[in-house]
């Protein structure tokens, strides 16, 4: 029987990363096949556990995502691997609203069991009730066990043992404290440093997971049978004839959603391109232009004249173009600099993006474009300088809880751009990316 596993923590900060990335190479070096998730829109965490699997990592989000979608990927994603950790996202029963977006949801819906990594630092035989309470105050999830992280010593251990047998919670072992195994807390925010060695770093990890932690055993607890094979997979829209579909993908650009990918692959012949690098848009009926760090290549991107005057000569010809965040911000007359430097850009949307006086902007987004909705996550520092006369925004957008928010979504002929990191991996809730892609909207 195959384990399939959910991470969770009581809140963020416990390392459910660090363990994570230690789990997946260390099943991954037993030369199992394992698949990786996480919990939530976040695609930093995803991008690390490609690297620790080798393997892509795939969202489950009960926000962006139906019920039935969610069960769908992961019985479609798991049905080939020997093992399956999926990462939760902030504290276990953390949600956009009470538990509902929460890890807890998610393990509920795909009826896997949760093991809980605790931050140990600082205390020892109080966390007795921690346990005994998140084991205890949701009977619809299994937690089976508890790893502990930045664990000082064997006695240390030994008080945190007994913590666990009076919760009824099974210690399946720890994570030492030192430095060389905690992920720079840069690392878990925008941007990733590329002198940050990540495969020595989850090799690193892996050693004292195999060391410390009873993979055996936790293997063990988790073998089960997760979704019910019960539910029908939905069929997807299809569109008249396949598209030539090219999408953006260098260092600059790099935020996506895999099953939005997949879902491009499944819709026509993809090509990558990178507007730092190649001199002109390959051939195209549609263009994705995701999120990423342009602010950091402002001089490459800026200096690569051909690719901009070729998105520029595509998108005035009435190409289809969708662009998020860091692709929005391309697409605009200029980027500023941190420092209040201006570098002009592909000119399609007359206004200003600037990286100065940055602000964190962050939150689930539901945007209504005339009779469509669409969903997705906003998360950037950047914002769009005031101006006399702004561009409308063609769409109404809300927060998670429903309160209106001033997040636009633009368009120029048949672009769509905005902040919004938008989810049509869904066939149940994609129809407005479909109708777009068949020149509907």
Same mark, same amino acid.
């Given at each position: 029987?195959?384990?399939?596993?959910?991470?969770?923590?009581?809140?963020?900060?416990?390392?459910?990363?660090?363990?994570?990335?230690?789990?997946?190479?260390?099943?991954?070096?037993?030369?199992?096949?394992?698949?990786?998730?996480?919990?939530?829109?976040?695609?930093?965490?995803?991008?690390?556990?490609?690297?620790?699997?080798?393997?892509?990592?795939?969202?489950?989000?009960?926000?962006?995502?139906?019920?039935?979608?969610?069960?769908?990927?992961?019985?479609?994603?798991?049905?080939?691997?020997?093992?399956?950790?999926?990462?939760?996202?902030?504290?276990?029963?953390?949600?956009?609203?009470?538990?509902?977006?929460?890890?807890?949801?998610? !393990?509920? /819906?795909l009826?896997? =069991? #949760?093991?809980?990594?605790?931050?140990?630092?600082?205390?020892?035989?109080?966390?007795? $009730? &921690?346990?005994?309470?998140?084991?205890?105050?949701?009977?619809?999830?299994?937690?089976?066990?508890?790893v502990?992280?930045f664990?000082?010593?064997?006695?240390?251990?030994?008080?945190?043992?007994?913590?666990?047998?009076?919760?009824?919670?099974?210690?399946?072992?720890?994570?030492?404290?030192?430095?060389?195994?905690?992920?720079?807390?840069?690392?878990?925010?925008?941007?990733?440093?590329?002198?940050f060695?990540?495969?020595?770093?989850?090799?690193?990890?892996?050693?004292?997971?195999?060391?410390?932690?009873?993979?055996?055993?936790?293997? !063990?607890? /988790?073998?089960?049978? =997760? #979704?019910?094979?019960?539910?029908?997979?939905?069929?997807?829209?299809?569109?008249?004839? $396949? &598209?030539?579909?090219?999408?953006?993908?260098?260092?600059?650009?790099?935020?996506?959603?895999?099953?939005?990918?997949?879902?491009?692959?499944?819709?026509?012949?993809?090509?990558?391109?990178?507007?730092?690098?190649?001199?002109?848009?390959?051939?195209?009926?549609f263009?994705?232009?995701?999120?990423?760090?342009?602010e950091?290549?402002?001089?490459?991107?800026?200096?690569?004249?051909?690719?901009?005057?070729?998105?520029?000569?595509?998108?005035?010809?009435?190409?289809?173009?969708?662009?998020?965040?860091?692709?929005?911000?391309?697409?605009?007359?200029?980027?500023?600099?941190?420092?209040?430097?201006?570098?002009?850009?592909?000119?399609?949307?007359?206004?200003?993006?600037?990286?100065?006086?940055?602000?964190?902007?962050?939150?689930?987004?539901?945007?209504?474009?005339?009779?469509?909705?669409?969903?997705?996550?906003e998360?950037?520092?950047?914002?769009?300088?005031?101006?006399?006369?702004e561009?409308?925004?063609?769409?109404?957008?809300?927060?998670?809880?429903?309160?209106?928010?001033?997040?636009?979504?633009?368009?120029?002929?048949?672009?769509?751009?905005?902040?919004?990191?938008?989810?049509w991996?869904?066939?149940?809730?994609?129809?407005?990316?479909?109708?777009?892609?068949?020149?509907?909207?």
């Open positions: 029987m195959k384990s399939h596993l959910l991470i969770g923590a009581a809140s963020s900060g416990s390392g459910k990363t660090t363990f994570t990335l230690g789990l997946l190479r260390a099943l991954k070096n037993r030369y199992g096949k394992v698949r990786p998730f996480k919990c939530g829109p976040d695609y930093i965490d995803t991008r690390h556990h490609k690297m620790a699997a080798g393997c892509p990592s795939v969202n489950l989000d009960s926000f962006m995502m139906s019920e039935q979608h969610i069960c769908d990927l992961y019985r479609r994603y798991t049905s080939v691997a020997d093992y399956a950790v999926t990462e939760g996202v902030m504290g276990l029963f953390d949600g956009y609203d009470a538990m509902q977006g929460s890890s807890a949801e998610i !393990a509920r /819906t009826n896997i =069991p #949760v093991v809980l990594i605790v931050n140990a630092k600082s205390t020892a035989y109080s966390v007795a $009730p &921690l346990l005994y309470g998140f084991k205890n105050f949701y009977k619809e999830i299994n937690i089976v066990g508890a502990f992280n664990v000082a010593s064997e006695t240390h251990y030994s008080f945190l043992k007994q913590a666990c047998e009076d919760a009824g919670v099974e210690a399946l072992g720890y994570l030492p404290k030192q430095a060389d195994v905690e992920i720079p807390s840069r690392h878990l925010g925008l941007t990733l440093d590329e002198t060695c990540f495969d020595t770093f989850a090799d690193r990890v892996a050693a004292l997971v195999e060391k410390h932690v009873d993979i055996d055993r936790l293997l !063990a607890l /988790t073998a089960c049978q =997760p #979704v019910s094979n019960s539910h029908m997979v939905q069929l997807e829209q299809t569109l008249p004839s $396949p &598209l030539k579909i090219s999408i953006a993908r260098d260092t600059a650009f790099n935020f996506a959603y895999e099953e939005n990918i997949q879902l491009l692959h499944r819709l026509g012949e993809v090509t990558f391109f990178s507007p730092l690098h190649d001199s002109v848009l390959p051939e195209s009926d263009v994705y232009l995701p999120g990423g760090y342009p950091l290549y402002l001089p490459g991107l800026s200096s690569n004249r051909s690719m901009l005057q070729s998105i520029r000569d595509y998108a005035e010809a009435g190409g289809k173009l969708l662009a998020e965040c860091g692709g929005m911000m391309y697409l605009c007359n200029e980027i500023k600099s941190s420092e209040g430097s201006s570098f002009p850009m592909v000119g399609l949307l007359n206004q200003s993006a600037t990286m100065e006086q940055m602000k964190l902007r962050l939150g689930y987004r539901t945007l209504y474009y005339n009779d469509y909705v669409m969903t997705g996550h998360f950037h520092y950047s914002r769009i300088e005031p101006q006399k006369e561009l409308p925004s063609v769409a109404t957008a809300c927060t998670a809880k429903g309160s209106p928010v001033a997040t636009p979504l633009y368009r120029y002929k048949n672009v769509l751009a905005g902040y919004t990191h938008l989810y991996g869904d066939p149940s809730r994609n129809q407005w990316f479909i109708d777009y892609l068949n020149g509907l909207i």
